[in-house]
């Protein structure tokens, strides 16, 4: 059974950092696509950082390039999310998913694509 639960979240005023985590289980971990997607209120869900477990390509939104940065720990099958310089605008529910097997990782993919979420962690931006 695939899992993925989120951690990390929280409340930081701008400019602050924080990192989340996502711990995956029930799939093989390694050489898949993983992303980081988050969804304020009223709008719809957006992909932030994207990542192929099996090797060391990383695609990122441009509303968060130079900011945020996706890793992945293949032996603790982990997830993570550095959050630097942040904003207002990245007040959302922040998800981790993980595609499709052999779906290609790359900047246009579909969330679609994505098939097993995590819950969310929340993060609040203040100003």
């Known amino acids: 059974q695939v899992r993925l639960v989120e951690s990390g979240g929280g409340s930081v005023q701008a400019g602050g950092s924080l990192r989340l985590s996502c711990a995956a289980s029930?799939?093989?971990?390694?050489?898949?696509?993983m992303g980081w997607f988050r969804q304020a209120p009223e709008k719809e869900r957006e992909g932030v950082a994207y990542?192929?477990?099996?090797?060391?390509?990383?695609y990122y939104s441009e509303s968060v390039k130079g900011r945020f940065t996706i890793s992945a720990n293949n032996a603790k099958s982990t997830l993570y999310l550095q959050m630097n310089s942040l904003k207002p605008e990245d007040t959302a529910e922040y998800y981790c998913?993980?595609?499709?097997?052999?779906?290609?990782?790359?900047?246009?993919?579909?969330?679609?694509?994505?098939?097993?979420w995590g819950q969310g962690t929340p993060v609040t931006v203040s100003s």
């Open positions: 029930g799939f093989t971990y390694s050489s898949r696509c």
């Open positions: 990542i192929y477990t099996g090797g060391s390509n990383t």
């Open positions: 998913a993980v595609a499709l097997p052999l779906v290609g990782c790359y900047a246009g993919i579909l969330r679609t694509d994505f098939s097993y």
